[in-house]
């Protein structure tokens, strides 16, 4: 139909491990889901994608890894987004349970909490691990 809107379309973005980037990296989601008529997605998609960008910033600069961190998103079908952040940084991030005082330590259990399904995974092309999650599919 003439009405219809046009196919979602995927990103990727691939930036420096500092935290400046994160912004972009939520403008790019921001941007994404607009044009793909899906804001109802918006606000969790910028709060999910802000603390899985922050957390492979903060891994690769504990490590000293200052190779470039990637951000995916897209569809993986017609109801489902998929936001995925690779980097290079050792070690796995774990759903921790922080005490009130602690400034950091919430971003996977935010993820967890907030997205329809979440992982992390490290199969795939070169080293390191992948955080992703999806929303839209409730």
């Not at 995927?10 to 420096?16: E, M, T, Y």
């Not at 600069?61 to 998103?73: D, R, S």
């Not at 940084?89 to 993820?111: H, N, V």
């Amino acid at each position: 139909m003439a009405d219809d809107p046009p196919p979602p379309t995927d990103v990727s973005l691939v930036f420096p491990p500092h935290p400046a980037w994160v912004r972009t990296a939520r403008e790019t989601v921001r941007t994404l889901l607009a044009t793909s008529h899906r804001p109802e997605l918006t606000d969790t998609a910028l709060l999910l994608t802000s603390e899985a960008v922050t957390n492979a910033i903060n891994a690769c600069k504990l490590e000293g890894n200052l190779t470039p961190v990637t951000l995916y998103a897209g569809w993986s079908n017609p109801h489902s987004f998929r936001v995925l952040i690779h980097d290079e940084a050792p070690g796995l991030p774990t759903c921790r349970t922080p005490t009130t005082t602690d400034e950091d330590g919430r971003g996977i259990q935010l993820i967890s909490y907030g997205a329809d399904a979440w992982g992390v995974c490290t199969h795939g092309p070169g080293r390191g691990k992948a955080t992703w999650f999806e929303l839209g599919n409730r």
